[in-house]
């Protein structure tokens, strides 16, 4: 069983970056699809970005296209997620997550995914 620790969230500005890290054990990234997903309060979880598991293909919500970025470390077993000129409506706590299937269009569909971190929270003020 894959065990997934998020880290890095915290309160920033308007405009800011932070650098969101996903550490895996029990399993390597690069067996997998990863994803990261969000919920802001009082809504659905949402996809926001994610990497293909056989090309390493990377994928992004249309709203922080251009804004976040998406990288694995292979020899670290890690994934980050960039996140720059943060906007309020980011705010949301974020979760890695990782999928057996791990390819267009599983990457981005929820239920795609099979192991779940526990989520970390960002906070973006205005």
């Known amino acids: 069983q894959v065990q997934l620790a998020e880290s890095g969230g915290g309160l920033v500005q308007a405009g800011g970056s932070l650098r969101l890290s996903c550490a895996a054990s029990?399993?390597?990234?690069?067996?997998?699809?990863t994803g990261w997903f969000r919920q802001a309060p009082g809504k659905e979880r949402e996809f926001v970005a994610g990497?293909?598991?056989?090309?390493?293909?990377?994928y992004f919500e249309e709203s922080v296209k251009g804004r976040f970025s998406l990288s694995r470390d292979n020899a670290e077993n890690m994934v980050y997620l960039q996140m720059d000129s943060l906007k309020p409506e980011d705010t949301a706590v974020y979760y890695c997550?990782?999928?057996?299937?791990?390819?267009?269009?599983?990457?981005?569909?929820?239920?795609?995914?099979?192991?779940w971190g526990q989520g970390t929270q960002v906070t973006v003020s205005s």
């Open positions: 997550a990782v999928s057996q299937d791990g390819n267009w269009p599983g990457i981005i569909l929820e239920h795609k995914y099979d192991y």
């Open positions: 990497m293909g598991r056989s090309d390493g293909r990377t």
């Open positions: 029990g399993g390597t990234f690069s067996s997998y699809g």
